[in-house]
């Protein structure tokens, strides 16, 4: 079977910039009429896509495959880890559960992933004209460097070239490139076919000195120095570290979001932020919740019985009931609704011990954690307003009781969620449902704005972030590298 040219970006470390720059590589090829397809062999997040076929790929991999003009694969990101607690994750394998691993476990056994992530590697490449695959963490970590599948190993294992990015808006970007090239071995230093600088700000021609020395030091040329580019604000957040943001001071709606240790799918948020009139308030450990919010939303979670017990800690629970006696709003997300409840049993021990605990108690219903997992895409309606929806599922656990004879959603004939008597307090297992313009107006009232096209803006973002590499970066050179290793 023919290999088609493919090509690496990693990173000098995690956060520097590395799943935006693929995803605007995808548009730019696309944009020079060849088929461009993304691949991440191992992404670690909790921010989790549903494919067609009901499996589930990183977010940040469903985007890139946007911005190429195809629908997500599991094949694109064949190795998802989804950190459950400190120390150990789940682990999905081609779309699939498979089981949780300690960290050490894992490490003893990724090597064994590799015959998988070189099969999904092949199906992503067929008919493509090029793959740009993507890096996790980086390199340099090199005690993580045997049995390898993120970064160098899946390199080597491959045959791909690989260009390096560094963040300069973290600072020491020069050390953090040359030191790569220091502690990498000289075999997977000679994979490494240039740089790139990223997220630039100020008069590039300040740091021309710069690149010289890195050229110099590494060897390596430089590929482009990228400027900071607002626009990247406006599509998905890549993890939780891009939810946090300058508060609104003229905003007339609040959403105060719970930071949940193990929040998940957390681009329900997204397009909450991009409305210029409604500010989306993470709160802190800490912190309490603002008795000014209009809505409290309780987000989606990768440990639900966990994440209830921290946010009990923080006193939120307190914070939320008082919230709901001032008539305020509620809504549970996936975890967040199940959190809502009278009470969560987990009799197979599928999150820690097997036991009950008590939920909140602001809805009639009770959750019972199960091994099955629900990964489905979904459409319907939301009864009170008769907005259409589109969204997905992925969670463990079934949820019933009274409340849910009033349903927040149909899904083609199927009720999901439940709304208290009141109305104030509300959940649903389904995820993505503020991208529908429609029912993001009709929940907000107001406060929306009648000019925020949600899935457009995102188009619009990424077309912005390809014009921006083409002009920044030698993507005809990055093109021939891919080529010609």
Known sequence: MRRPPALMIQGTGSHVGKSVIVAGLCRAVLRRGLKVAPFKPQNMSNNAAVTAD????????????RAAGLAPSVHM?????????????????QGRRVGTLKAGDYGRR?????????????IVGEGADIVLVEGAGSPAEVNLRAGDIANMGFAAA??????LVGDIDRGGVIAS?????AVLSPEDAGRIRGFIVNRFRGDAGLFAEGVRFIADRTGWPSLGVVPWLEATRRLPAEDGLGLAGARKANARFVVAVPALPRIANFDDLDPLRLEPSVDVMLVQPGEPVPAGADLVLIPGSKATIADLAFLRDQGWDVDIRAHVRRGGRVLGLCGGYQMLGRAIADP????????????LGLLDVATV????????????????????????EIHLGRTAGPDTARPFLDLAGQPDGAVSPDGLVAGTYVHGLFAADGFRRAFLG??????LAYEATVEAALDTLANHLERHLAIGQLLEIAKAF
């Open 54 to 65: 009901g499996g589930e790929i990183g977010r940040a991999q469903a985007l890139q495959a």
């Open 77 to 93: 990101n064949p190795v998802l880890l989804k950190p459950e607690t400190d120390t150990g994750a789940q682990v999905i394998v």
């Open 110 to 122: 990724k090597a064994e992933l590799l015959p998988k992530v070189l099969e999904s590697f092949a």
């Open 158 to 163: 491959a045959g791909v070239p690989v260009v």
């Open 177 to 181: 490139l040359a030191g790569t090239k």
């Open 348 to 359: 197979d021990g599928i999150e820690g011990p097997a036991g009950t605990v008590a939920g």
């Open 369 to 392: 954690l199960t091994p099955d997992k629900a990964t489905v895409a979904v459409t319907g309606t939301h009864p009170a307003s008769g907005e259409p929806v589109a969204g997905y």
């Open 446 to 451: 107001d406060a929306a704005g009648a000019d």
